[in-house]
């Protein structure tokens, strides 16, 4: 078991840059595949990021690539998602994931635990 908390989200203006935390508990965070999802309102959730056990691995949506970041800090079991370039596309509520399995899958139905989410806002 594994609870995760996102922190970091909130307004930002287009073009600016934000970063999401997610702080994990209970098991340590080093053993999961970590993840980022989001939904915009009113559509599916979507993969935004992975990250591999050792954070020497990642993935990314190809609508955030060049400008979002995941990294890890497995002493701290903390994950990130650094977001630049922001754009009012990228509003959405953000969450966090982990899986068990070492395979950096992009789909949600791959991913055991997840957050609760926090929203970012992106005004134009």
């Known amino acids: 078991q594994v609870q995760l908390v996102e922190s970091g989200g909130g307004l930002v203006q287009a073009g600016g840059s934000q970063r999401l935390s997610c702080a994990a508990s209970?098991?340590?965070?080093?053993?999961?595949?970590m993840a980022w999802f989001r939904q915009p309102p009113g559509k599916e959730r979507e993969f935004v990021a992975v990250i591999s056990r050792s954070g020497g691995a990642t993935n990314y949506a190809d609508s955030v690539k060049g400008r979002f970041t995941i990294s890890r800090d497995n002493a701290n079991d903390t994950v990130y998602l650094q977001m630049n370039s922001l754009q009012p596309e990228d509003a959405a509520v953000y969450y966090c994931?982990?899986?068990?399995?070492?395979?950096?899958?992009?789909?949600?139905?791959?991913?055991?635990?997840w957050g609760q989410g926090t929203q970012l806002t992106v005004s134009s």
């Open positions: 209970g098991r340590t965070a080093s053993t999961f595949v």
């Open positions: 994931a982990a899986r068990s399995l070492s395979i950096l899958t992009v789909g949600h139905n791959g991913y055991n635990y």
